[in-house]
């Protein structure tokens, strides 16, 4: 058998490892994906069901305070208009950043392929499947010991 054919079961495999199993998703916007894996198609497109999208959203708000106007002057007693126009720019912007945290849920979503960054299995639930499946495959080619 080829190599490539070899590569193709194995990636077959870890996907039926996969099936029914709690993921979460990143997407290359920031959003995450967490549900239980029901479908994967032949361009990448993820099918979670029992989906909770998460993504925090940023923002600035600018707000320009009343300050009075600064003045400064130069050594010979002169008003430095340029000098005080900038300076009290600089103090009368005030950047506000705001972060939004919303989630929603949804019974499914279909995540698209090109959209993601990474998908995570916890530890635990993956060797569980590892486990459970080795089993399946051990117990159908050796009979049980009396």
């Given amino acids: ?3 490539h054919k070899q590569e193709n079961k194995e990636i077959l495999r870890t996907v ?4 029914g ?12 994906a967490t549900g239980n894996f029901t479908c994967l198609d032949r ?3 993820i099918v979670l069901s029992d989906v909770c999208e998460r993504r925090v959203i940023g923002y600035d708000d600018t707000t320009t305070s009343s300050l009075p106007e600064l003045r400064s002057t ?44 990474k998908v995570e299995i916890s530890k635990r639930e993956w060797e569980d499947r ?9 117990s159908q080619f050796v ?3 009396v």
């Fill in 16 to 19: 039926q490892h996969l099936l």
């Fill in 74 to 117: 130069d050594d010979d007693g002169c008003v430095n208009e340029a000098s005080s126009t900038q300076e009290q720019e600089k103090n009368n912007e005030q950047k506000n950043i705001y972060k939004w945290d919303t989630e929603r849920c949804l019974s499914q979503a279909v995540i698209p392929g090109g959209k993601l960054l």
């Fill in 43 to 45: 361009l990448g497109n």
């Fill in 21 to 32: 199993s709690h993921l979460k998703i990143t997407m290359t916007d920031g959003r995450t």
């Fill in 1 to 3: 058998m080829s190599d």
């Fill in 130 to 138: 590892v486990d459970s499946t080795l089993s399946e495959h051990v």
């Fill in 143 to 145: 009979s049980p010991s």
